[in-house]
């Protein structure tokens, strides 16, 4: 399990320790060994036996995983990580509990140190339902839920579930993705000098952070629903001394004005969205965005760019782990998606970046000279080897 390094992360006994660990272990030797042997079992067995019946192979995911439900080893598969999922929110709790008054007086003495972040909650905020009313990735209370004034204990659930769902592939910070992305851009693209950039959907600013590592001179600004996450996002960025100003607020329908980032980036967010919102989330995009500016999603995949197989067993966690908007999202084409919000085709951008934390720096600065497609086996899934997909388009 990984070690959070600043001030916010929670004391731990000894067992809470071994316990998350174990947690930490279990996840890993379920996404990278089982995974492995899962997909041998479907090329030597479940695939045959569809082709036998239908005389073709399967066409999609779906497919894929109506033929291997009924299979032993997908259903221990799948049960192991449904367990392991719900242990690690479980291992956090306790520390977690113990730790509450703690947290709130160390963000408090924060909020006071340089360099000065912000931080602006609104009073009466509507949380879309489609945040209010469900445990995403079955983490209880969802990023949303607030059980005393000051809340923010969701932002340190997140923070060092995190730590314990990603057995070390997202980075020392939990930041991977962010280092991987906003350092492949500055090498891609060396003429955009970006003033201010936007994080949609930031929950605990720890991806935010990365743009500001990364572009010392922007504006850094990161949005969000959930109070309780932004409050700790400020505390977690004043801790770590990076200047990024935090604002409650819906993607749908921000408060900046027309043509005002030069950067719009979100990661992992749109697969927790509806439909809909997604369109409108884009729309808000493109208006915010200066004349030249890019707007960049990192996100899971497309369906349409993965194996019948592959597309199945990203979907798992539509059907298995409490995220109701990851497939239908996964089944949009992003090139539409760009398009529908105003953006042209011709200006339409995607690539898969190499884990920095994995790879190195000087590999992830080699793919962004060259053309990268999507690898079935290792873009967007958290295993060994991890390369990160994204997608969007410059205005
Ligand atoms: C999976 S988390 C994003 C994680 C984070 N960006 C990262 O890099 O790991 C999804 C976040 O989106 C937020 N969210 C959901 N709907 C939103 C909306 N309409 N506007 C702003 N934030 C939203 C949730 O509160 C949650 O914090």
Not at 69 to 77: P, S
Not at 357 to 377: I, K, L, T
Request: include cysteine; glycine fraction near 6%.
């Amino acid at each position: 399990m990984l070690e959070l390094k600043h001030e916010l992360k929670l004391n731990k006994t000894r067992d809470e320790k071994a316990r998350m660990n174990f947690v930490s272990g279990l996840r890993a030797h379920v996404l990278n060994d089982m995974a492995a042997g899962m997909r041998d079992i479907y090329s030597a067995d479940v695939e045959p036996e569809f082709r036998r019946r239908n005389r073709r192979a399967p066409k999609n995911g779906p497919e894929v995983h109506k033929a291997i439900k009924t299979n032993e080893y997908f259903k221990f598969y799948s049960s192991l990580r449904v367990t392991a999922q719900d242990m690690v929110w479980q291992s956090v709790f306790p520390p977690l509990e113990r730790s509450r008054p703690a947290l709130k007086q160390t963000a408090a003495r924060l909020a006071g140190k340089k360099p000065r972040g912000t931080l602006s909650l609104q009073k009466n905020f509507e949380v879309p339902r489609y945040v209010s009313a469900i445990d995403v990735h079955l983490m209880a209370g969802n990023y949303d839920g607030e059980y005393e004034t000051d809340d923010l204990a969701a932002g340190s659930l997140y923070d060092n579930g995190l730590a314990v769902f990603s057995f070390g592939l997202m980075g020392q910070n939990l930041d991977d993705i962010g280092q991987s992305i906003a350092g492949f851009i500055k090498r891609k693209f060396s003429d955009l000098r970006p003033k201010k950039i936007l994080d949609l959907g930031c929950t605990i600013g720890h991806n935010t952070g990365s743009w500001k590592d990364t572009y010392p001179e922007a504006e850094v600004h990161g949005i969000d629903v959930a109070a309780p996450c932004l409050r700790y996002a400020h505390a977690r960025a004043q801790a770590q001394n990076r200047e990024v100003h935090f604002h409650q607020m819906n993607a749908e329908s921000l408060n900046f004005p027309d043509n005002s980032f030069d950067v719009v980036f979100s990661s992992m967010f749109l697969h927790e969205v509806p439909k809909k919102s997604i369109e409108k989330i884009m729309k808000e995009a493109h208006r915010v965005l200066k004349p030249g500016g890019l707007m960049l999603h990192m996100e899971l995949p497309p369906n349409d760019q993965l194996s019948p197989y592959d597309a199945f067993y990203l979907d798992w966690d539509s059907a298995y782990n409490n995220e109701p908007f990851y497939k239908p999202f996964r089944d949009l084409n992003p090139q539409e998606v760009c398009k529908k919000a105003g953006f042209s085709t011709k200006k339409y951008v995607q690539f898969v970046i190499p884990s920095v934390g994995w790879y190195g720096a000087e590999v992830r600065d080699a793919a962004a000279d060259q053309q990268q497609s999507v690898d079935n086996d290792k873009t967007g899934r958290l295993t060994d080897g991890v390369l990160w997909y994204c997608f969007g388009a410059f205005k």
